[in-house]
């Protein structure tokens, strides 16, 4: 075996698949192609994905590992044979963390993120924070679909805030990117008038409109549909899992 020889991919077994179903909303309501390819998706991933704990108890389980997948596929599904190449790590942190990566409140720190996306490739996710994600799927927040959102955002007008397209994915382009771009303004907008049911986090960034619009768009349909119904209908087309259901 070589050197640099591709990971044996192995396909998710009958408790992963149990595991997924009981746990991740959207992937119990798979079925069809769409079904398949997320746990191809997923299978890849576990094999692929370097996965690291900090600091924790014990070895990273299975069921934490399936949950990061998840997060990750829930948004590729649509996209036959995507990979996470972008991805180089994901660090899991046993609780939330400061700026300089301390969590749980050492020493005199004060916990401000549950998750974080490098530009490098390296992702950052609190355990506790990702399972609660998981655990309540109507609440418009999920910190595994926050981070991978910001990894498909990774281009240059996200960071620089140079174009009006900033924080738009990197795979969006022309009169899509310009539509897209209209509809999240309008969602800003709303959300500055308290008219929105996304978080207000979004009013952070142009990036961060677009992750917590991915939120919304997995876990608040039918409050997406009501009040942002232009967004939701073009993040429909955009994550392209409806007509492969």
Same mark, same amino acid.
């Given at each position: /075996?070589?050197?640099?020889? +591709?990971?044996? $991919?192995?396909?998710?077994?009958?408790?992963?698949?149990?595991?997924? +179903? #009981? !746990?991740? *909303?959207?992937?119990?309501?798979?079925?069809?192609?769409?079904?398949?390819?997320?746990?191809?998706?997923?299978?890849?991933?576990?094999?692929? *994905?370097? /996965?690291?704990?900090?600091?924790?108890? =014990?070895?990273?389980?299975?069921? @934490? *590992?399936?949950?990061?997948?998840?997060?990750?596929?829930?948004?590729?599904?649509?996209?036959?044979?995507?990979? !996470?190449? %972008?991805?180089?790590? &994901?660090?899991?942190?046993? @609780? #939330?963390? @400061?700026?300089?990566?301390? $969590? =749980?409140?050492?020493?005199?720190?004060?916990?401000?993120?549950?998750?974080?996306?490098?530009?490098?490739?390296? &992702?950052? &996710?609190?355990?506790?924070?990702?399972?609660?994600?998981?655990? #309540?799927?109507? %609440?418009?927040?999920?910190?595994?679909?926050?981070?991978?959102?910001?990894?498909? %955002? +990774? #281009?240059?007008?996200?960071?620089?805030?140079?174009?009006?397209?900033?924080?738009?994915?990197?795979?969006?382009?022309?009169?899509?990117?310009?539509? /897209?771009?209209?509809?999240?303004? +309008?969602?800003? $907008?709303?959300?500055?008038?308290?008219?929105?049911?996304?978080?207000?986090?979004?009013?952070?960034?142009?990036?961060?409109? !677009?992750? $917590?619009?991915?939120? =919304?768009?997995?876990?608040?349909?039918?409050? /997406?549909?009501?009040?942002?119904? %232009?967004?939701?209908?073009?993040?429909?087309?955009?994550?392209? *899992?409806?007509?492969?259901?």
């Amino acid at each position: /075996m070589g050197l640099f020889s +591709k990971p044996v $991919v192995v396909p998710l077994s009958e408790s992963d698949r149990a595991f997924l +179903k #009981d !746990w991740s *909303q959207p992937y119990s309501e798979m079925s069809g192609a769409l079904k398949s390819e997320f746990e191809d998706q997923a299978a890849h991933f576990l094999a692929e *994905q370097r /996965m690291t704990g900090v600091s924790l108890d =014990g070895p990273l389980e299975r069921e @934490d *590992q399936l949950l990061v997948a998840a997060s990750a596929c829930t948004l590729s599904a649509g996209w036959p044979g995507w990979r !996470w190449g %972008d991805v180089s790590e &994901i660090l899991l942190y046993p @609780d #939330d963390f @400061d700026r300089d990566y301390r $969590v =749980g409140g050492e020493g005199e720190s004060t916990p401000e993120h549950s998750g974080e996306a490098h530009p490098w490739g390296t &992702i950052l &996710i609190s355990l506790p924070s990702l399972e609660d994600s998981f655990d #309540d799927p109507h %609440d418009g927040y999920h910190v595994g679909y926050h981070e991978f959102a910001h990894v498909l %955002d +990774k #281009d240059e007008p996200s960071v620089g805030g140079s174009s009006s397209y900033g924080g738009l994915p990197s795979n969006v382009h022309g009169s899509f990117a310009d539509a /897209m771009s209209k509809a999240l303004e +309008k969602a800003r $907008v709303a959300l500055v008038r308290g008219e929105s049911p996304l978080d207000e986090y979004g009013l952070e960034s142009p990036a961060e409109l !677009w992750a $917590v619009a991915v939120e =919304g768009f997995f876990e608040m349909p039918g409050p /997406m549909q009501t009040a942002h119904p %232009d967004l939701r209908e073009l993040l429909d087309l955009y994550f392209n *899992q409806r007509a492969r259901n």
